[in-house]
């Protein structure tokens, strides 16, 4: 019965009847700050999940996860492959040589990132085949070049236009090599590689560069955060690889900046949270001296300090509820539907919001997950109800002889 009584009252005191305009309106403000506070929270953790996810699933599936690397090149490559993937962490190499050039088109040059690639081993390596499913035949002729969609817009490109690859000798006394190619393929991955990376058969890429065979192998490990180690291993226990890369060296600042951002959001998301539960104790010691007189009148009827104190704790824990169920409704709303929203908007005003050329991809992902939905529920929740404990306990201290003598 107490129990009962003291449910009746909070949620009367919270929402309940139109003489308490004022308690109301503040108890739903309240429950508007919070629900607003959790929203927020939960749309910038899947956003910045996004991100994570496809950095991770995305970039670094498409750039190698671990290099090995020979100034000279590796004429054996395929024998140095078999012995590489005897590593047990090893899931697949292929041979790459890397070819740093310029694009040059009507007089307009700009930088170029290529790799000569064998297709029948880069698509065990890479995700590349997702974007440019008939590598093997694309490639099959050697002045074929395959470009990403940022490279081809600079220059004004489509299939099949001729360019001009200008590649500096390592000798800078002699001067730079120029090789006519053809566009075989432009390829979209909505990522910075865009904008930098080319495709051309290995041995196009190996007379380029005046090597023979290739000049590294690149892996694929069946742990991404193991690269460092396992290449350093595979160094170590083979002759002829001068150094190692991994993909630490070229994305790590990135991943890490991804990583750490997200912390610092969602350590000042809570910090908006923590303002909103301010507001809920506000409501809840205004309550209190609104309600002094009926607290002592409860309190001279037989009411105990119990009672008053859980009344007054179902009140804040009703707007607690209130206000994180809404925020996490509006939150996975908000979080399922903030692509297409950002794809609306940047079709509706014409303009890009995210360009590969600033961020690493073009569009904005997004990934809700159930763990996240229970953090930001379960401590907004706890917040709210540890802060109602003291505006509680001072409505069961208050003396019912002193309040209605007006003291």
């Given at each position: 019965?107490?129990?009962?009584?003291?449910l009746l009252?909070?949620?009367r005191?919270?929402f309940?009847?139109?003489?308490?305009?004022?308690?109301?309106?503040?108890s739903?403000?309240?429950?508007?700050?919070?629900a607003?506070g959790?929203?927020m929270?939960?749309?910038v953790?899947?956003?910045?999940?996004?991100?994570?996810?496809?950095?991770?699933?995305?970039?670094?599936?498409?750039?190698?996860?671990a290099?090995?690397?020979s100034y000279?090149?590796?004429?054996d490559?395929?024998?140095?492959?078999?012995?590489?993937?005897?590593?047990?962490?090893?899931?697949?190499?292929a041979?790459?040589?890397?070819v740093?050039?310029?694009?040059?088109?009507?007089?307009?040059?700009?930088?170029?990132?290529g790799?000569?690639?064998?297709?029948?081993?880069?698509i065990k390596?890479?995700?590349?085949?997702?974007?440019?499913?008939?590598?093997?035949?694309?490639?099959?002729?050697?002045?074929?070049?395959?470009?990403g969609?940022?490279?081809?817009?600079?220059l004004a490109?489509?299939?099949?236009d001729?360019?001009?690859?200008?590649?500096?000798?390592?000798?800078?006394?002699?001067?730079p090599?120029l090789?006519?190619m053809?566009?075989a393929e432009?390829?979209?991955?909505?990522?910075?590689?865009?904008n930098?990376?080319?495709?051309?058969?290995?041995?196009?890429?190996?007379?380029l560069?005046?090597i023979?065979?290739?000049?590294?192998?690149?892996l694929?490990?069946?742990?991404?955060f193991?690269?460092r180690?396992?290449?350093?291993?595979?160094?170590?226990?083979?002759?002829?690889y001068?150094?190692?890369?991994d993909?630490s060296?070229?994305?790590?600042?990135l991943?890490?900046?991804?990583?750490?951002s997200?912390?610092?959001?969602t350590?000042?998301?809570?910090?908006?949270?923590l303002v909103?539960?301010f507001?809920?104790?506000?409501?809840?010691?205004?309550?209190?001296k609104?309600?002094?007189?009926?607290?002592?009148?409860?309190?001279?009827?037989?009411a105990s300090?119990?009672?008053?104190?859980r009344?007054?704790?179902?009140q804040?824990?009703?707007?607690g509820?209130?206000?994180?169920?809404?925020?996490?409704?509006?939150?996975?709303?908000?979080s399922?539907?903030?692509?297409?929203?950002?794809?609306?908007?940047?079709?509706?005003?014409?303009?890009?919001?995210?360009?590969?050329?600033i961020?690493p991809?073009?569009?904005?992902?997004?990934d809700?997950?159930?763990?996240?939905?229970?953090?930001?529920a379960?401590?907004?929740m706890?917040?709210c109800?540890?802060?109602?404990i003291?505006?509680?306990?001072?409505?069961?201290r208050?003396?019912?002889?002193?309040v209605?003598r007006g003291?």
């Amino acid at each position: 019965m107490r129990a009962n009584l003291s449910l009746l009252i909070g949620w009367r005191y919270s929402f309940g009847i139109a003489r308490q305009r004022l308690l109301s309106f503040l108890s739903r403000v309240s429950s508007a700050g919070l629900a607003l506070g959790v929203a927020m929270l939960i749309l910038v953790l899947s956003v910045m999940n996004g991100f994570q996810r496809e950095l991770e699933e995305r970039i670094l599936n498409l750039v190698p996860q671990a290099s090995l690397i020979s100034y000279y090149g590796l004429p054996d490559w395929q024998s140095r492959i078999v012995s590489v993937e005897q590593h047990p962490e090893v899931l697949a190499a292929a041979p790459f040589t890397k070819v740093q050039a310029m694009l040059s088109v009507r007089n307009n040059v700009v930088p170029m990132l290529g790799f000569g690639v064998d297709p029948d081993y880069e698509i065990k390596v890479s995700a590349i085949a997702e974007f440019v499913p008939n590598l093997s035949s694309l490639l099959a002729i050697s002045t074929h070049l395959v470009i990403g969609q940022g490279l081809a817009s600079e220059l004004a490109l489509h299939k099949g236009d001729s360019v001009v690859l200008i590649v500096p000798d390592r000798n800078e006394s002699i001067m730079p090599k120029l090789q006519r190619m053809t566009v075989a393929e432009i390829f979209v991955t909505g990522t910075e590689l865009d904008n930098q990376v080319a495709l051309m058969p290995l041995a196009m890429a190996n007379n380029l560069r005046g090597i023979e065979g290739a000049e590294g192998l690149r892996l694929k490990l069946s742990d991404l955060f193991a690269a460092r180690r396992v290449s350093w291993q595979l160094q170590h226990a083979s002759l002829g690889y001068d150094f190692i890369s991994d993909w630490s060296n070229s994305h790590g600042n990135l991943y890490h900046a991804v990583r750490m951002s997200r912390n610092m959001v969602t350590l000042l998301l809570f910090v908006i949270v923590l303002v909103a539960v301010f507001n809920v104790v506000s409501a809840l010691v205004m309550g209190v001296k609104d309600k002094a007189s009926e607290i002592a009148i409860l309190r001279t009827m037989g009411a105990s300090r119990g009672l008053v104190m859980r009344s007054f704790i179902v009140q804040g824990f009703a707007i607690g509820v209130v206000g994180v169920g809404s925020g996490v409704g509006l939150g996975v709303l908000l979080s399922l539907m903030a692509p297409n929203l950002v794809t609306f908007f940047e079709k509706a005003f014409g303009t890009s919001f995210l360009n590969s050329h600033i961020y690493p991809i073009s569009y904005l992902p997004s990934d809700l997950r159930l763990a996240d939905i229970v953090m930001v529920a379960s401590l907004s929740m706890l917040i709210c109800l540890v802060a109602t404990i003291l505006p509680a306990w001072r409505a069961s201290r208050l003396k019912p002889a002193e309040v209605l003598r007006g003291d």
